[in-house]
């Protein structure tokens, strides 16, 4: 048992429950937090790269607009050329007269002497007045407005000069301007070299300081050979739909779409308010010469493709400098720059707003998480209360119970105790009695073995007694045939005694008759005396064989009287010792049945020994068992003071063991 | 035990079915002696339909025998089922009356004796 226990159940369940309550929302609120975290990382990130789109697709749109824009001048202008093609062919075509001229161009060292370059045959002379038409310029001017210029080729290189124009200049017609072969950095100038080639050149130029975009048709005199160009121009400024779709564009809350060229001009500005203001040395919060890299890194794009610069930058008003994010495209047909710029925390609102969002949610779920601990403070106080009480109450009947179960279990060991003596008692009686019947057996398997030998006696005694019946009848039969010769005897021997008489009166009569005769007759008398004589003894003897005969007679009655009470008296004896031979069977079958069930008897009654064995021994295992219940039943209160101590804390330690102490003493 | 008898002439015949035990015994004795007294030349005991004879039953037919030898009659059994003639003549009673044997097929409801035995 554990003794170092300090913590009741109540403070451990009031402990692990309110741990239990809180932990989830812990667990809860941290998982939220880093969601929040995660989420509005994901959010910038994202915002980052919508707004980078956003501001890269701005660029190509505008890059695409301009493009759109272009495409839409070179049409126009090729319609403008082809337009003042046609009406200097209704003039009557341009050619080279005989008469020369001189020309003024600002830059010759001297004049430039010419043929007169002729319209429908006509010199249109070197009209600078504004007010006095100029044909073909001005009729094509007229009808589509811009300028129209016509040049005349100064030498084999295909250098230009103006000589008939409606661009104005200070109020006058500016003539005489010069078209040279190579641009001021070296480089061909792309109008001449188009002329020569015999082409014509649509694209940029610039016109008195202005940048125009204009179409260049080569003029052939009739032999062909190239005498001159047929211009026409517009500004740029023409582009007003461009710019205004430009200066509207807007770019998350403050930010804009902005025009530079190569140089550093501002072609388009914020609201047009700084258009051709040269920002090229401008540097950010850092000093960074962020407009250099700007258009660096925008002439080093691709078409199609973007670049991207950030600075720094501090507006008037703004409490710290803000990152401003710009992506830039080149649209080198017309040399543009363009920037489409936003301050990063402008487009980073939504995020912003989100961690606002997810920063109250956390108050929140902290406010939820106070919340839920205090109820579960109380919840569990209450919880751990009630359960205490309970279990304390089950503490107290499980220690009654054990103390019953003790007790109980002590009745049981006696009572097993007992019943094993009983049992063992009895099986010693048992076996007295199993020696016992297995002696009847014995004597009973004795008994039908004598029996049988009385079943053998009978059959003897029947084979005697028919025998000895037998005997009797004939000798019955023999007596009546004996008593049957008695009476022929005694009717020969009357025979006999009448002849003996009969003899004897013969005699008599023969010894008259011989004393009669005398001496003759005295032999026959002597005769007839020994006659009688024999007669005499004959009938003597007669008498004496019928009286002999009369005894034999009566023997032979006795006799038969005598066999015939031995007759009834067999006859009584056969049937009675028949009946006993009968009796004497069923004492045999009945003294095999006996000892068979004696022997039944006897065996039951060593399964009966067995089984009071085996009770005997569960009787011993009973009482062991009882030994082991008592000792559970003491385990159960040790366990109950357990119980009590973990409900209770150590204060309870002590009146559990003082309850404990009252548990039966084990054996 | 049914005990039937009939007779021709001088000649009586008594049949017995069944089981002569002690009782039967005592009925076969009072039919006996009644054919007894009818002083017949012969008697003959048909034994077909007896499974088992006692020793009573035994007894009675050596005294019915005594009976009739005493008045000149003579007593035979016939039919005599093969265990009791074996039995019979174990006890030599062929000796002292005519027994004939039953040489057919033994009545299936008369047939649970297995040996000669005197025993019910």
């Known amino acids: 048992m554990k003794t170092g226990t300090r913590l009741s159940l109540k403070a451990r369940m009031l402990v692990a429950g309110i741990a239990l309550s809180v932990a989830p929302l812990l667990v809860i609120t941290w998982v939220i937090q880093r969601q929040n975290a995660r989420m509005t990382s994901v959010a910038v990130d994202e915002c980052r790269v919508l707004a980078s789109d956003d501001l890269d697709h701005l660029a190509q749109s505008t890059v695409s607009m301009c493009a759109a824009q272009q495409e839409l001048l ?265 920037g489409v710029g936003s301050y990063e925390d402008e487009f980073m609102a939504a995020p912003r707003r989100l961690t606002a969002i997810g920063q109250s949610g956390t108050r929140t779920i902290l406010f939820v998480l106070l919340g839920a601990t205090l109820l579960s403070v109380g919840f569990w106080l209450w919880l751990s209360r009630a359960l205490s009480k309970k279990l304390i109450q089950i503490a107290e009947q499980l220690k009654a119970g054990s103390s019953q179960i003790s007790s109980a279990s002590k009745m049981i060991a006696d009572s097993g105790q007992s019943v094993a003596e009983g049992a063992s008692t009895q099986a010693s009686a048992l076996a007295t009695n199993a020696q016992t019947l297995e002696s009847m057996n014995t004597r009973g398997h004795e008994v039908a073995q004598l029996t049988r030998g009385a079943d053998e006696l009978m059959k003897q005694n029947i084979e005697k007694s028919g025998q000895s019946l037998k005997a009797i009848v004939e000798m019955t039969k023999a007596l009546n045939h004996i008593a049957a010769d008695s009476g022929e005897m005694a009717k020969i021997i009357k025979t006999i005694d009448e002849i003996a008489f009969q003899t004897n009166i013969l005699a008599l009569n023969a010894a008259v008759e011989a004393a009669r005769a005398g001496e003759e007759g005295r ?141 039966p003493e084990r054996k | 035990m049914n005990i039937s008898i009939t007779q021709e002439n001088g000649t009586v015949l008594v049949t017995l079915q069944g089981e002569i035990d002690e009782c039967g015994a005592e009925e076969i004795k009072t039919q006996f002696r009644e054919v007894a007294q009818r002083a017949p030349h012969a008697v003959a005991v048909d034994f077909a339909g007896v499974s088992h004879i006692g020793s009573a039953g035994i007894g009675k037919l050596l005294v019915f025998y005594k009976d009739l030898a005493m008045r000149g009659a003579s007593l035979s059994l016939i039919r005599v089922p093969p265990l009791l003639y074996q039995l019979f003549c174990e006890m030599k009673l062929d000796t002292i009356f005519a027994i004939t044997a039953h040489t057919g097929a033994p009545q299936a409801n008369h047939a649970r004796e297995q040996t000669p035995s005197l025993s019910p």
């Open chain 1, 523 to 663: 032999g026959f008398s002597v005769v007839a005396e020994e006659v009688r004589s024999l007669a005499s003894r004959a009938a003597e003897a007669a008498r004496t064989t019928q009286v002999k005969l009369d005894g034999n007679v009566r023997l032979v009655e006795q006799a038969a009287s005598g066999i015939g009470v031995i007759n009834e008296s067999f006859e009584a004896i056969v049937e009675t010792a028949t009946v006993i031979g009968e009796k004497v069977r069923s004492i045999t079958d009945a003294s095999t049945a006996l000892a068979n069930n004696i022997g039944e008897i006897s065996s039951s009654t060593k399964g009966l020994d067995e089984v009071v064995q085996a009770n005997a021994a569960n009787a011993e295992e009973s009482a062991s068992a009882a030994e082991e219940l008592s000792a559970q039943a003491h385990e159960i209160a040790a366990l109950v003071l357990e119980l009590v101590q973990v409900v209770q804390g150590a204060a309870g330690r002590q009146a559990a063991a003082e309850s404990a102490s009252h548990l």
């Open chain 1, 74 to 338: 070179a049409q126009m202008l090729e319609n403008y050329v082809n337009v003042a093609k046609s009406t200097l062919a209704g003039l009557g075509g341009a050619s080279l007269g005989t008469e020369a001229v001189s020309w003024t161009v600002p830059g010759q060292p001297a004049p430039i002497v010419l043929p007169r370059l002729l319209i429908g045959g006509r010199w249109p002379g070197q009209n600078t007045d504004p007010q006095i038409p100029t044909p073909l310029v001005d009729d094509v001017t007229r009808q589509l407005g811009g300028w129209c210029s016509l040049m005349q080729r100064v030498n084999e290189q295909g250098e230009m000069v103006r000589v008939a124009t409606n661009i104005a200049l200070d109020g006058q017609r500016v003539l005489g301007s010069f078209v040279a072969a190579k641009l001021p950095d070296g480089t061909p100038n792309p109008v001449i070299a188009a002329a020569l080639a015999g082409e014509r050149y649509v694209g940029r130029v610039l016109v008195n300081k202005d940048w125009c975009y204009a179409a260049y048709e080569p003029l052939y005199d009739s032999e062909k050979r190239l005498i001159g160009l047929l211009g026409v121009a517009v500004r740029e400024q023409s582009v007003v739909s461009l710019r205004q779709q430009i200066l509207s564009a807007k770019v998350g809350q403050t930010g804009y779409i902005y025009v530079l060229d190569s140089k550093g001009h501002y072609i388009v500005s914020a609201g047009g308010k700084r258009d051709g203001e040269n920002i090229w040395e401008s540097k950010d919060e850092d000093g960074k010469l962020f407009i250099q890299e700007a258009i660096r890194a925008a002439r080093a794009t691709k078409p199609g493709q973007t670049a991207e610069i950030t600075y720094r930058w501090k507006n008037p008003g703004d409490p710290e400098p803000r990152l401003k994010i710009v992506k830039l495209a080149y649209f080198a047909p017309w040399d543009w720059v363009i």
